[in-house]
């Protein structure tokens, strides 16, 4: 579980009795799409045939554009952890990050999730002695995505569940 057991006020909406805006959560739910379309292809060179992660993360962009509800949208994030759970390695972790993705919508933390399971999968893709060097440069490339406006809130996030998400968000 990388959601934390008390909730940060700033990820959550503001009609929900939190400080995050609708804008907001929007681009998290933009940089999530992102940061999992980054692996997507190690899971499609497993499962060529199955879109079910791609629709993903194409609902949480339609669900930011305010064109899919948000039901719809965790509905498809359902289906591509579903077409993670029999895999294993890379292909598992960027279906996983898809469905992370689709969730945005109705938690704003599992942009974390998305980010978090895209650095597994880059990492479980690579030779067993570069596996930190990817995680860094991963988490790098993602930090470089962020949208200005949620920057530090997605930073502060991370320092904060960086233990919850397997510590990938981590200098050392």
């Known amino acids: 579980m990388i959601l934390p057991s008390v909730r940060d006020p700033a990820m959550i909406t503001i009609r929900r009795g ?77 279906a996983y990050a898809a469905g992370q993705a689709a969730c945005v919508g109705h938690v704003a933390e599992h942009d974390l999730g998305a980010a978090a399971y895209a650095i597994k999968a880059a990492m479980a893709a690579a030779p067993a002695g570069e596996r930190d060097e990817v995680r860094l440069a991963e988490r790098d490339r993602q930090r470089a995505l962020l949208p200005p406006a949620v920057r530090q809130l997605v930073l502060a996030d991370q320092a904060q569940r960086n233990g919850l998400c397997w510590g990938v968000f981590g200098d050392g």
């Open 18 to 94: 939190g400080t995050l805006t609708d804008d907001d959560h929007h681009l998290l739910a933009l940089w999530a799409a992102t940061c999992a379309e980054r692996v997507l292809g190690l899971f499609e060179a497993t499962c060529p045939g199955d879109a079910r992660p791609r629709a993903a993360i194409e609902a949480a962009r339609d669900w930011a554009a305010g064109d899919l509800s948000m039901m719809a949208a965790r509905a498809l994030g359902g289906h591509a952890m579903g077409a993670a759970r029999p895999l294993t390695g890379a292909a598992r972790f960027a």
